[in-house]
């Protein structure tokens, strides 16, 4: 049973302090120990209401509401937090259905969940039934090395209502100011905007809404004019709302309305190119077709840095699964890969991802992990599903762009009549970075199409034998190759060796009025030499 209370103390000045500060409005609560808490090492997490909103909150009309209600929340059977709120979680369609809803938990200001956040979400669904295959997708990202890394944990969600007990997917910071500060530079600065469908009802109970049945509309992601209101319901102002700012939002649809020089010109103003790539990559390898990584018209995110730049952040993939998807099905994807120096980039975060955590290697060490914990879930099921998935996403990269071995193209020795020398070659998609071997720093280079490149090398006076190193994207060498330049003249390459910067001409404008005001005469005194 639920028990409530409340503590109420008076001074002796007569004045009156209670805790929770609501009193008997919204006491504390909890519930003696009734044998539903796992106890072989699974994260438990307990919700406890009274039984009166538990059942207010299941009724049809209600559970669309985002209003919370009353709560305790015991973590781990030890830690206790009083006076939470707690909604229902789920689409509209899944609210009102008990295999697909979870739970969404505020909690106190002077008392966040470990510390840090002030709301999780408590997911039970993968697709139309229970399940937590998308946790495994969260494992990819996060121990994969690129742009993103969410932290989410498998618990055992001991629910007020008794039919949603059971394993469920913690998600912590989510897409929030506090995960994008601990992964961008000022992140929290940023937008983030939920793509998503409008779904509206279609009948009603008394005078009130039923979620179901309902009707959706949707748009692509293209240019839908200069009004904000246009783009409102369909890119969901997710942070710093309070700014409505939808500028980036409507730029970058813009730009994808776009086609040829158009679309190139400004485009890097716009989209974060190669963190857009890695975030459509973790999104493409998951399978998922209810997404907008296969094309459909919401579940996807994109999120814009201070600087307007916009990526895109994979979201709810946990439903219509399919292995032999196209790593192309998103137009906005196909866009920006038809030039082959990005497509190369592509393939190469979907290869790099697959190497590393991607693969029945590493991935067979999570499901065997959670199958110990909570045996119930088809874990086996889910690892063949992504090796499948993972090694028709390795053929469809080598029918994109042919596998090379890593090479220098152009003849040894080289004969040039300058300080530097254009070396060519060939490497796959798996060749992220070239440099010269003892050098740390990586070259700038010129990627031709999928598989050619070339490189400006500096070129010392005579012959200089050069090994060029080929890293992936962990850093690992994945290929060496040399050459020898022969310079035959002189002229030796700039380098820290040989410059110096003696002089630093600058020529000050016109003083300003708070500059004559503070005394300075001579615009010269802003001269440096």
């Not at 209600?69 to 781990?76: G, K, M, P, Q």
């Not at 200069?226 to 409102?232: A, I, L, T």
């Not at 193209?409 to 254009?422: C, E, F, H, K, M």
């Amino acid at each position: 049973a639920v028990v409530a209370f409340y503590i109420r103390g008076n001074d002796t000045a007569g004045e009156i302090s209670q805790f929770p500060p609501l009193g008997a409005q919204r006491p504390a609560l909890y519930e003696v120990d009734d044998g539903r808490a796992a106890t072989n090492g699974l994260h438990n997490f307990r919700i406890i209401m009274s039984a009166a909103d538990v059942s207010f909150m299941h009724v049809s009309t209600e559970v669309m509401s985002n209003d919370r209600l009353n709560a305790t929340v015991i973590d781990a059977e030890s830690r206790i937090y009083y006076g939470c709120g707690v909604r229902l979680k789920s689409s509209e369609r899944g609210r009102d259905n008990l295999n697909r809803v979870g739970y969404n938990v505020q909690f106190p200001a002077d008392n966040l969940y470990l510390g840090v956040h002030g709301k999780v979400a408590i997911d039970r669904s993968q697709g139309q039934s229970p399940g937590q295959r998308e946790l495994l997708f969260d494992i990819m990202m996060s121990n994969s090395g690129g742009v993103l890394s969410r932290y989410y944990d498998l618990i055992r969600v001991i629910a007020p209502n008794n039919s949603l007990t059971g394993s469920a997917t913690l998600q912590l910071a989510r897409y929030d100011e506090l995960f994008l500060d601990s992964q961008f530079e000022d992140g929290g600065d940023g937008r983030v905007y939920e793509y998503e469908l409008i779904y509206y009802p279609t009948s009603e109970s008394g005078g009130l809404k039923r979620p179901q049945p309902d009707r959706v509309t949707g748009v692509s992601v293209s240019n839908l004019g200069d009004d904000p209101e246009v783009y409102r319901w369909f890119f969901l102002n997710k942070i710093n709302r309070e700014a409505d700012d939808f500028d980036p939002i409507i730029n970058y649809a813009k730009q994808f309305s776009k086609s040829g020089t158009a679309f190139e010109d400004g485009l890097e103003d716009v989209v974060d190119v190669d963190s857009w790539l890695r975030g459509m990559a973790y999104a493409v390898l998951t399978g998922s077709g209810d997404n907008a990584a296969a094309g459909s018209q919401h579940n996807g995110a994109y999120y814009a840095n201070p600087r307007g730049q916009v990526m895109f952040l994979p979201h709810d993939m946990d439903f219509s699964f399919s292995t032999s998807r196209s790593i192309f099905a998103n137009g906005e994807c196909n866009k920006l890969t038809a030039d082959a120096s990005r497509r190369r980039i592509y393939l190469g975060h979907l290869h790099d991802i697959i190497t590393t955590t991607y693969n029945n290697g590493y991935m067979s060490i999570w499901t065997s992990h959670f199958a110990a914990l909570d045996p119930a879930q088809n874990w086996s099921s889910d690892l063949s599903s992504m090796n499948s998935r993972s090694s028709n996403v390795l053929s469809q990269i080598n029918s994109a762009i042919s596998p090379v071995n890593f090479s220098i193209t152009t003849q040894s020795p080289l004969t040039v009549s300058s300080g530097r020398a254009a070396v060519s070659g060939e490497g796959w998609v798996n060749v992220r970075s070239i440099r010269v071997r003892g050098n740390p720093d990586s070259l700038p280079v010129t990627w031709l199409d999928g598989n050619s490149w070339r490189v400006n090398l500096p070129a010392p006076p005579g012959p200089n034998p050069v090994i060029l190193e080929a890293l992936d994207f962990s850093g690992n060498v994945v290929g060496t190759e040399s050459i020898t330049i022969n310079n035959t003249t002189l002229v030796a390459p700039a380098s820290a060796t040989n410059l110096v910067v003696s002089e630093l001409m600058y020529h000050p404008g016109q003083l300003t009025a708070a500059e004559i005001n503070a005394g300075i005469v001579d615009p010269d005194q802003f001269e440096y030499i």
